[in-house]
């Protein structure tokens, strides 16, 4: 397929929006699966926030979009999966938390379908935050003329109250929050890229929100090969107040 030809084809056009607030009427579990393959113009846009209010819980944005060949995007989401840590207490309840893996390969070209020309190198954006951990990773391609990139995510709050999930029986407020819980994120890029990446990631001490522990990026414009894994984790619980955690 040679660039500027013109194609009859369908344009792929995704758009998805996640969220999951925090009420007695709110899901507990979220299970999404996707396979699209194809030539055109794609859009894809998620959102998750496991909690309700500002700055607390686990959130999730991640947009991508582009014109060409897609030969793959495959792709999984769990949001806030069922726990059984203490099957005397506690069976059924909701641990808080989100797990994605994704498989993305696309290369660009103009496209032109019914008339109207598509013609955007292809971008992938995504920012993950906990806030019970005090953790952000990002990792964002733009002006990809070619991207080749599997991923994977997976992060666990504190859990959260039990006036703001579905809990199976009433039980006094200070038993109703998930002590056990042990906040982490772990986020995993494999890629080979054509265009510009960015690889970040910030850990905040929770209790002190202009602390910050740790702090790195990575940035490549041309063609790179990329393996990177980041893991941070915390097994003390801490409540926040305000928006203090951003993208790197």
């Given at each position: 397929?040679k660039?500027g030809?013109?194609?009859?084809v369908?344009?792929m ?11 007695a009427?709110a ?6 699966e996707?396979n699209v393959?194809g030539?055109?113009h794609l859009t ?7 909690e ?7 959130e999730m ?5 582009g014109?060409g060949?897609?030969?793959k995007q ?5 949001v806030n ?9 506690f069976?059924g309840?909701?641990?808080e938390?989100?797990i994605e893996e994704k498989?993305?390969?696309v ?17 992938q954006?995504?920012c ?5 951990l005090?953790a952000?990773?990002?990792a964002?391609?733009m ?7 599997k991923e994977?995510?997976v992060?666990?709050?504190n859990g959260v109250?039990g006036i703001?999930q579905v809990?199976p029986?009433?039980?006094p ?8 819980g042990?906040?982490s ?13 960015h690889?970040?990631?910030?850990a905040?001490d ?5 602390h910050?522990?740790a702090?790195?990026?990575e940035?490549t414009?041309?063609?790179f090969s ?5 893991e ?5 619980r801490?409540?926040?107040?305000g928006d203090w955690?951003g993208c790197p």
């Amino acid at each position: 397929m040679k660039k500027g030809l013109t194609m009859l084809v369908a344009a792929m056009v995704i758009t998805g929006l996640i969220c999951v607030i925090g009420s007695a009427a709110a899901a507990t579990n979220i299970w999404v699966e996707s396979n699209v393959k194809g030539v055109g113009h794609l859009t894809s846009e998620y959102e998750v926030d496991t909690e309700y209010g500002l700055a607390n819980g686990i959130e999730m944005q991640e947009l991508e979009s582009g014109s060409g060949l897609v030969t793959k995007q495959k792709w999984t989401l769990e949001v806030n999966p069922m726990g059984n840590t203490d099957p005397a207490r506690f069976v059924g309840v909701c641990l808080e938390g989100l797990i994605e893996e994704k498989e993305f390969d696309v290369e660009y070209f103009p496209i032109t379908y019914q008339n109207h020309s598509y013609d955007q190198k292809w971008m992938q954006k995504k920012c993950v935050k906990n806030y019970d951990l005090g953790a952000v990773t990002d990792a964002n391609f733009m002006q990809c003329e070619k991207l080749q990139k599997k991923e994977s995510v997976v992060t666990y709050g504190n859990g959260v109250w039990g006036i703001d999930q579905v809990w199976p029986w009433p039980v006094p407020r200070p038993q109703q929050n998930l002590f056990w819980g042990t906040p982490s994120l772990v986020q995993t890029v494999s890629a080979d890229v054509l265009g510009i990446s960015h690889i970040g990631f910030s850990a905040k001490d929770p209790n002190e929100h202009r602390h910050t522990i740790a702090y790195g990026r990575e940035e490549t414009i041309g063609q790179f090969s990329i393996e990177k894994t980041i893991e941070i984790k915390s097994n003390c619980r801490t409540d926040q107040i305000g928006d203090w955690l951003g993208c790197p």
